[in-house]
């Protein structure tokens, strides 16, 4: 019999963690953005691909929408880098966790974490209902979930579980429509066999061992 994902919220020693009641023999999920791969991520500087796609090894201090948020890993390394960003996410649950992530890294010791925390802003929306008053944007970044193709290995647990939280982003060529229209610059982040997406041919491709990045030029 399959099972209905059934989620709570909970506090665990001050930090805000995801449970899901269908999944009993797995720990709950919370973010942590000072962790030891997150920290050496970012020493990685604006060479590795996921700035580059944006455009901040080029121009310091852009303003990035992040409209896919999810746990905010990739948000919270362009802003360590030096951007300003937006966080867009339309699942509550999610937007409640990335809350907390955001007001433990605010009481860091540290000063220089801090001012990286307070480069965010979380907004519990949908990204297609942001206009571009509401920036202005330089770039758009996008990592939707997609359908499990059975291909690929099986995700860490946490995304796992963001997925059967969240769904998959069956409106993602949607967004990146609207996501044109936000910024001059989009970055969508795919599979490295993936198809484009859609029939708009990316102006460039940054391409990983796992995952590639296409870049296209919005209409602004």
């Known amino acids: 019999?399959?099972?209905?994902?059934?989620?709570?919220?909970?506090?665990?020693?001050?930090?805000?963690?995801?449970?899901?009641?269908?999944?009993p023999d797995w720990k709950p999920v919370s973010i942590?953005?000072?962790?030891?791969?997150?920290?050496?991520?970012?020493?990685?500087?604006?060479?590795?691909?996921?700035?580059?796609?944006?455009?901040?090894?080029?121009?310091?201090?852009?303003?990035?929408?992040?409209a896919t948020g999810g746990l905010g890993r990739d948000a919270f390394t362009l802003a360590?880098?030096?951007?300003?960003?937006?966080?867009?996410?339309?699942?509550?649950?999610?937007?409640?966790?990335?809350r907390d992530a955001q007001r433990r890294?605010?009481?860091?010791?540290?000063?220089?974490?801090?001012?990286v925390a307070d480069r965010l802003l979380i907004v519990g929306s949908d990204a297609r209902?942001?206009?571009?008053?509401?920036?202005?944007?330089?770039?758009?970044?996008?990592?939707?979930m997609y359908p499990d193709d059975g291909k690929s290995a099986l995700p860490q647990k946490q995304m796992q579980l963001l997925r059967?939280?969240?769904g998959d982003d069956l409106d993602a060529l949607e967004l990146l429509d609207h996501a044109l229209r936000l910024a001059p610059r989009v970055a969508i982040k795919r599979p490295l066999k993936a198809p484009t997406l859609g029939r708009l041919r990316p102006a460039a491709?940054?391409?990983g061992?796992?995952?590639?990045?296409?870049?296209?030029?919005?209409t602004l």
């Open 80 to 98: 360590a880098l030096g951007a300003r960003v937006t966080v867009a996410e339309r699942q509550p649950m999610t937007v409640a966790l990335l």
């Open 105 to 115: 890294v605010r009481q860091a010791p540290e000063s220089a974490w801090v001012e």
């Open 164 to 166: 059967e939280l969240s």
């Open 205 to 207: 491709q940054l391409r």
């Open 32 to 66: 942590d953005w000072l962790d030891a791969g997150l920290r050496s991520r970012i020493r990685a500087g604006k060479r590795q691909l996921l700035a580059r796609a944006l455009g901040l090894h080029r121009r310091a201090g852009l303003h990035v929408l992040d």
């Open 1 to 23: 019999m399959i099972q209905t994902p059934t989620f709570d919220l909970e506090f665990i020693d001050d930090r805000l963690a995801l449970r899901a009641a269908h999944r």
């Open 209 to 218: 061992t796992q995952a590639r990045f296409d870049v296209y030029l919005g």
């Open 129 to 144: 209902d942001l206009r571009p008053e509401q920036g202005p944007f330089d770039a758009v970044y996008l990592d939707p």
